[in-house]
């Protein structure tokens, strides 16, 4: 008898890495990708909604539906990252639009809807934006929400600096409100924080040379990201294309690739002057309070390579 496949819904700010991250689910065997939602984030939503489109096609498998969500965050105005993806989101290469079209209803109505219509514990959220379309259904439904087998979250910075303010990663920043929803929603989450996309498991020239050159989904993976790289250079001064979403799409489709996982107390930070949306991992439990999340600390980065590349021939 053949194994039943895991259901995903997918929250994204569709931009560059957001790209790969939707070709790898719908090109991955052991699941199935019931919905793609998209929010306002790396991108303005209308151009995140073309771009996520363009990955569903461009992943060439099936097509499941795509719902517009949020066009803001929660309580702030919208930050975008044109300087690190592109005034497009793909890396301005130029591709045309889309054949595919979205749905009417909300992404928001979506989500809830598709938990209604299924058993408590089937589906699982994968989100690689802001989490405002999330925190919105929460607010919304939250006993519904709480059918959610679990959601796997790219946002947050363990060790290192911020992305995108001196503390704090890009999707917990632009609505760490919506983030606050979400961990206090009383559903198993695990992190991906955006360590796991630097070092080995950024991509050099040659790798990138030996991705574009696997088949047309493979150049269009390494092509639309040519701005991060740029940005990457410039900001860091290093020629490595780091992907954030995809390393938290592979967390999510390979468990094996997860070689550290922890349960500890994890929040975020709403107030402060300089810190707005710094995520707090108590993984050395200084704050003596329950688990209430996991993170993954490393991933095995020559399996979530192999893996990358044999999905993308
Ligand atoms: O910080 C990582 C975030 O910005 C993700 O949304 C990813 O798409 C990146 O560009
Ligand atoms: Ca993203």
Redesign the pocket.
Known sequence: MSEEKRKLIID??T????AV?IIMALREPSVEVLALTVVN??IPLKLATRNCLIAVEQAGTYTPPVYVGHDRPLMREAVT?EA??GQDGLGDVGYPDPKLTTEKEHAVDAIIRILEENPAGTIELVT???LTNIAAAFMRAPETMKKLKQIII??GQLYQPG??SVTS???IFVDAEACDVVLRGGVPFLISP?EL?YGDCGFDPQERAEIAALSPTGKFAIDCNRA?VEFVKTRYGRNNLQ???PSAMGVALWPDIRKEVTECFIAVELGGKYCYGQMIFDYKNHLKLPANGAVCLSIDVPLYKKRLKEILK
């Open positions: 994204t700010d931009a560059s890495d957001d991250a984030g790396n990252a690190c993806h690689l934006g802001p790219m946002g992305n995108w990663e890009f999707n955006v996309c991060v992907l954030a979403d």
